[in-house]
């Protein structure tokens, strides 16, 4: 059966659903990987009946977010919760945050899986935030991932981006965060074209700066960091910072443009990965980490380089509302029964946007059934009054 689909020229062109999906996603495996430390950046699963608003408190279908969970891990993949990809200081708000940290490290101890999560700044609602009241708003949710046996992955907070006056303010939040931390943790870099209020983190516009100062925290602290996630969209800068690295501090990629070739690496190294695009990807990425672990890395490569094209797609300027692609493809691949999300952001997608992931992901077979995505599809077009 075609389905005609809106392009951005606004024509319709015409599209053959396929009627198989992948070998890969019919079998699961939770066993660990051998080669690689690799998570999924999670996103939240909205309580479709919940009578709110964009900017009121957030709704989550608890049951269905933790379902999405055991579904990564049931391949295998590590969680990364209450991040970007939750939709962190985007609709998901930092009470119920807490919440879904409490319940799914609760479920990663009850399944087996690897979890890590978020500690931010985001319940600071002043603009005029002092560097004393950044500190306090670390420690608070810093407790509540540690309380709940999660691992720590520190974000960059866009209240220290507001408040820090240069890099010394950076040094010493962070270096008082890492001191008090239990465990070692995991650092992040999320650049400006995924928040634009934190352009100039780490003190300085120049990325050659602002990458010394972020060394420089970890070296004053290499017990206290277990790696770092860079979401740079910029390769080089990445092969270039994990070259620098003290030994044993590991560097999870957050590229969401170039991840195949950062976690193959070369003769000098490679990366871990911490990807909201594993959200989608799970099974089949999961599938390649496992070939890459025999030493195969054409075979992963293969598996793993023709998702770039859609990942490049749900990742476009503005690169924020990734999300949105990210949840879609959850509802056609059957993980939740509706297209809705927290703060409203399904709607921060065009139609030929939404009709193109649909194409290319149905095209590398992700879907685990592909006839009712097939289905969903045709009644988002007639939502919109398109004739599929």
């Known amino acids: 059966m075609t389905l005609h689909l809106p392009g951005a020229d606004g024509t319709l062109r015409a599209y053959e659903p396929r009627t198989e999906p992948l070998p890969a996603l019919r079998a699961t495996s939770g066993s660990a990987f051998s080669s690689r430390t690799v998570f999924s950046a999670a996103h939240v699963v909205a309580d479709p009946y919940a009578d709110t608003t964009p900017d009121g408190p ?4 608890w049951d269905a977010t933790l379902a999405f969970r055991r579904h990564l891990w049931s391949h295998g993949l590590g969680v990364a919760e209450a991040m970007d990809t939750a939709q962190r200081g985007m609709g998901l708000d930092w009470p119920t945050a807490a919440e879904l940290i409490r319940r799914s490290a609760a479920e990663a101890r009850a399944t087996g899986g690897r979890i890590a999560c978020g500690v931010g700044t985001d319940q600071l609602t002043a603009t005029a935030a002092t560097l004393a009241d950044v500190r306090s708003a670390y420690e608070e949710q810093l407790a509540v991932v540690e309380e709940s046996g999660a691992q720590a992955i ?7 981006a507001a ?19 239990a465990e070692p943790v995991i650092l992040h870099w999320l650049g400006p074209m995924f928040d634009p209020a934190l352009e100039g983190y780490w003190g300085s516009s120049d990325l050659d700066a602002a990458t010394d100062t972020f060394l420089e925290v970890i070296a004053a602290h290499p017990d206290k960091v277990d790696g770092i996630k860079v979401s740079l969209l910029d390769a080089q800068r990445e092969i270039d910072l994990r070259r620098r690295l003290p030994r044993g501090v590991r560097c999870y990629t957050g590229d969401d443009f170039n991840y195949p070739e ?4 070369d003769e000098q ?3 871990h990965a911490l990807l909201g695009i594993f959200d989608p990807l799970g099974p089949l990425a999961a599938e390649a980490v496992r070939v890459l672990d025999t030493g195969d890395t054409d075979g992963f490569r293969a598996l793993l380089d023709p998702t770039v094209e859609l990942s490049r797609h749900l990742f476009r300027a503005p690169t924020r509302y990734y ?8 509802w056609l691949a059957g993980h939740q029964s509706h297209f809705t999300m927290v703060g409203g952001l399904q709607s921060a997608r065009s139609l030929p946007h939404l009709a193109r992931a649909y194409e290319l992901a149905d ?3 992700l879907f685990p059934d592909p006839k009712p995505a097939e289905e969903r599809m045709r009644n988002l077009l007639a939502l919109y009054g398109v004739n599929a």
């Open 323 to 330: 999300k949105t692609g990210v949840v879609f493809l959850a």
């Open 154 to 160: 520190l974000m960059a907070s866009r209240a220290l």
């Open 163 to 181: 408040t820090a006056k240069g890099p010394d303010d950076y040094l010493e939040v962070y270096g008082h965060l890492l001191r008090q931390a």
């Open 363 to 365: 095209g590398l077979g």
């Open 269 to 271: 190294g490679f990366s």
């Open 58 to 61: 957030a709704a989550v279908d």
């Open 262 to 265: 950062l976690i193959a690496g």
